[in-house]
């Protein structure tokens, strides 16, 4: 299963004195050099997950920060940051598609009288970080009423856009007119800052609610002939999502990347013999109608991160069972695999006791590292990379990013 020998650790440590990474050291091993590995971590926006600490902050205060955040990265000694931008069909640049998200005034619309995306990416380049825009292409609203939505909202323009589920409101996945204008307002950013990357996380079509219901029924009629069933049709509009997002990023700006972080178990293997040994509730292919697997077969994204958020021998998803299966699936495409970490879990007493180790996290990487797929790993998120309550991300740099 790709993994390294006794030796090429040896070497790999020889190398990394001479100032190459590891992952050159496999790269050594077959003949050829491989790209640095990626040490990042996600800067979530989201209700004020990470950043920024409270609504209503002076931009001054905004700034200061962001630009904290920034410095943990280097500290850390990251080399990615990858910045939430689009949490709520909102924007935090000065978007002509979006209005401002309401996580920097505490009132979407407003402007905070600053640009946070673009002088993200001058600053994180300053500090020789990459700065990958991470959208969120359809969650709406955490709440389902479009009236708290600023009245020149898209979604309050279209309301035949959008589809209440689980207490949030989501634009319709079926809808081709709702695929070009969101896949207008990311592209809107990549056209004008030097990003190195877009950036999907897991959320596609949402994730199941009990007995509830997700009311593209109007949707389906009109598009879905042609199609098996529904959950077939579904999948195909994130394929083509994904798949014109990737051309339209090209074009806009040749060079900049194209990842995407998953939930990590595409199928099961009770449920498919080429899906994963978990016994997982939720998987990608069936319930977020995301075909994650294809999208690396295809080579239509540059990078594929996905969520590993459990421990080493967790019976369900297994950390050590689910790195090598997507080894195996990034194998031969070049596709980058980077393996998502929880770093969150780490000393949260309701965690299981794997997470009470400082060293948890430190293994996840020492087993990842012997599989020459895996390019490097992102942690979630940068308010625990800071605070790291129970110095496991301290014992990731002492023991692999010294």
Do not use: C
Not at 43 to 53: C, E, F, K, M, Y
Not at 55 to 65: I, K, P, S, Y
Not at 262 to 272: E, G, I, L, M, Q
Request: aromatic share 12%; charged share 25%.
């Amino acid at each position: 299963m790709g993994r390294i020998s006794r030796r090429a650790f040896t070497v790999g440590a020889a190398l990394a004195v001479a100032g190459l990474t590891a992952g050159d050291a496999v790269a050594a091993g077959h003949g050829r050099r491989r790209h640095p590995e990626l040490r990042g971590m996600w800067l979530a926006t989201v209700a004020g997950r990470d950043w920024p600490s409270k609504a209503g902050l002076t931009a001054a205060e905004q700034r200061a920060e962001l630009l904290a955040h920034l410095d943990t990265a280097v500290r850390r000694r990251l080399n990615t940051v990858v910045f939430q931008v689009r949490p709520t069909a909102d924007a935090l640049w000065p978007s002509p598609y979006e209005p401002w998200s309401e996580v920097l005034t505490g009132t979407q619309g407003k402007d905070p009288g600053w640009d946070p995306l673009g002088t993200a990416v001058t600053e994180a380049h300053r500090r020789g970080l990459e700065l990958h825009a991470w959208f969120n292409p359809y969650r709406v609203a955490n709440h389902t009423d479009p009236s708290r939505l600023v009245p020149t909202h898209p979604a309050r323009l279209h309301p035949d856009w959008v589809v209440p589920y689980g207490g949030k409101l989501y634009y319709n996945p079926g809808l081709p007119e709702v695929r070009r204008f969101v896949e207008d307002a990311m592209t809107d950013a990549v056209r004008k800052y030097a990003i190195d990357a877009v950036h999907f996380d897991d959320y596609f079509y949402p994730y199941p609610v009990a007995g509830q219901t997700f009311d593209d029924d109007a949707a389906y009629a009109a598009y879905g002939s042609g199609f098996p069933d529904r959950a077939a049709w579904r999948r195909d509009n994130i394929d083509q999502l994904v798949r014109e997002m990737a051309q339209r990023i090209k074009k806009a700006r040749p060079g900049t990347r194209f990842g995407i972080s998953p939930f990590a178990v595409w199928r099961n293997k009770a449920t498919d013999p080429e899906g994963s040994d978990t016994t997982a509730g939720v998987q990608t292919y069936d319930n977020l109608h995301a075909d994650t697997r294809q999208w690396v077969r295809e080579r239509w994204i540059d990078y594929i991160v996905p969520q590993v958020y459990w421990n080493i021998g967790f019976a369900a998803a297994d950390y050590a069972k689910l790195v090598p299966w997507w080894a195996d699936v990034v194998r031969g495409t070049g596709v980058r695999l980077y393996i998502g970490e929880a770093l969150y879990k780490a000393g949260d007493p309701a965690q299981p006791a794997a997470w009470q180790d400082p060293a948890e996290l430190s293994r996840h990487l020492t087993f990842a590292a012997g599989f020459h797929e895996v390019r490097g790993h992102i942690f979630f998120s940068a308010k625990e990379v800071g605070q790291d309550r129970i110095g496991a991300m301290a014992r990731v740099v002492a023991d692999h990013y010294s």
